[in-house]
């Protein structure tokens, strides 16, 4: 079974949401599935960007995939944009989707809102089309896919079934991986919303490769509540669940056993445990990243192996896509 997923290069960091949300799980998948992972900076660019930043950000980027545990022997790594076909896929898609329909994609509705309609790009309008075109061109069985990516990848189902309809069996119809394990992290200054690296207060966001010293300070001063006990508890504990759920993340123990264990004990207990866990894995973490960008030529060989790997596949499908429409 083929998974596909990509990350985008739009941070100078990626943050413990990405991580425990969702780059876990690109590392457990590479024991089950054959697996494809992109840094996408074809996305990045639907808003505008610098080009030293972009590029600095993409390296820094596979530099953290290799880094959390992205074998690049056992999974194609690489970066859009080195795969020409995603694009030259995506035009032959937006010729099969109506206009109507690309327009009821709520990300680009509420994207553009904020950035207001007249200004957001045709690209970002188009977005979810690329993202089928990256998800087909593979012809992945599976995608992991969060709750916002549902509509998207509704979207590349029905471009799919309509292809094949219209054409001849094309392409393999992606179903949505349910990805277990995976934990939703919340805003350590307000536990409400999820962490992002677009949030509000800069101390709600743990980034990995921000000194330690600064993410246990941030873990340190995290929200919580009036109450004493340690107990999970979404609805009226929101920062005291956040903070068990990164602890038990981070540390394999489960809730109920730091309940248990957490009995009798006071919230600044907790916080000082899961700042020690959370140093403890950034540590070694930003070492490995610090490694693999001291040697960007070999870096940069690791992402050319890896388009390569994902071209053997993407260009079989899109030469068949091509035959099939008369080019
Ligand atoms: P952000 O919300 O910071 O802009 P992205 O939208 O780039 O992050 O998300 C990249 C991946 O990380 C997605 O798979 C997303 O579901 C996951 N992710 C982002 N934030 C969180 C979070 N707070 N908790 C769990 N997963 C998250
Ligand atoms: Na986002």
């Known amino acids: 079974m083929r998974v596909l997923s990509g990350i985008q290069p739009t941070a100078d960091s990626f943050h413990l949401g990405n991580y425990l949300g969702a780059l876990r ?19 990045a660019i639907t808003v505008e960007q610098d080009p030293k930043v972009l590029r600095q950000r993409t390296r820094v980027s596979a530099a953290q995939l290799l880094a959390l545990g992205v074998d690049p022997d056992r999974s194609a790594l690489f970066v859009q944009s080195h795969v020409p076909e995603h694009a030259q896929l995506s035009w032959v ?104 690296k677009s949030a509000s207060s800069p101390n709600g966001l743990i980034e990995l490769l921000e000194d330690p010293k600064r993410s246990a300070k941030k873990i340190r001063s995290a929200v919580t509540d009036t109450g004493r006990e340690i107990a999970f508890d979404p609805e009226g504990k929101a920062g005291v669940s956040n903070l068990l759920t990164i602890h038990s993340a981070l540390s394999g123990q489960s809730i109920p056993e730091l309940e248990a264990a957490y009995e009798g004990k006071g919230y600044g207990d907790l916080k000082k445990d899961v700042a020690e866990v959370l140093v403890e894995f950034v540590t070694p973490f930003q070492d490995r ?39």
């Open 25 to 43: 799980q690109w590392v457990l998948l590479q024991e089950t599935h054959e697996t494809y992972y992109m840094v996408v900076d074809l996305h």
């Open 93 to 196: 898609l937006e010729c099969q989707t109506g206009f109507g329909e690309a327009s009821r994609m709520t990300q680009f509705k509420d994207k553009a809102a904020r950035q207001g309609t007249e200004h957001a790009s045709v690209g970002l309008f188009t977005y979810p089309i690329l993202q089928a075109a990256d998800i087909l061109v593979y012809q992945a069985n599976e995608v992991p896919v969060g709750e916002d990516q549902r509509q998207h990848l509704e979207l590349s189902r029905n471009l799919a079934q309509r292809f094949n309809r219209r054409y001849g069996k094309t392409f393999t119809v992606p179903e949505p991986h349910i990805v277990k394990d995976t934990a939703k992290i919340y805003d350590l200054q307000d536990p409400a919303a999820k962490m992002s």
């Open 289 to 327: 990243v610090r490694s693999y960008l001291d040697d960007i030529a070999e870096l940069d060989k690791v992402l050319a192996r890896g388009a390569e790997r994902a071209r053997a596949v993407a260009a079989e499908t899109l030469s068949l896509v091509y035959d099939r429409i008369g080019f």
